[in-house]
């Protein structure tokens, strides 16, 4: 007969899945930190939050990744912009570039081809 009940298992035996556990930007944060600062394994800090390892590194990774983003982003003594707002300035100024490449081939299409009636 299989036991079936929350501590030992599902019903074919094997290990039952934990229910995700959503942590709060602060505790994420925190987690991030103590791997930093070498306060906590990523084991320990797995069992203390109640996930898995690699929801810690998960995070870590993360975190990492938006500290560098932001940091490419600062200009030294200007105001930091964001990667959608640089990437729509750069869009812009390709707009700029391309109109005045347009006006000058028009200028030139017309010096050579002249105005019939000129002659």
């Known amino acids: 007969m299989v036991n079936n009940d929350a501590t030992s298992g599902t019903a074919t035996g094997g290990p039952r899945r934990r229910r995700r556990k959503k942590l709060a930007p602060s505790q994420k944060y925190e987690i991030y930190t103590s791997t930093l600062t070498s306060s906590a394994t990523q084991r320990e800090l797995a069992e203390q939050y109640g996930v898995d390892r690699t929801t810690i590194r998960s995070i870590c ?8 983003d932001a940091l490419a982003a600062a200009v030294p003594g200007r105001r930091g912009k964001s990667a959608e707002q640089l990437e729509l300035d750069e869009a812009h100024a390709q707009i700029d570039r391309l109109k ?6 028009a200028v ?4 050579e081809q002249g105005k019939d009636g000129w002659d």
């Open 61 to 68: 990774a993360t975190a990492k990744q938006g500290a560098l």
């Open 100 to 105: 005045a490449t347009i006006c000058e081939q």
């Open 108 to 111: 030139v299409l017309h010096l």
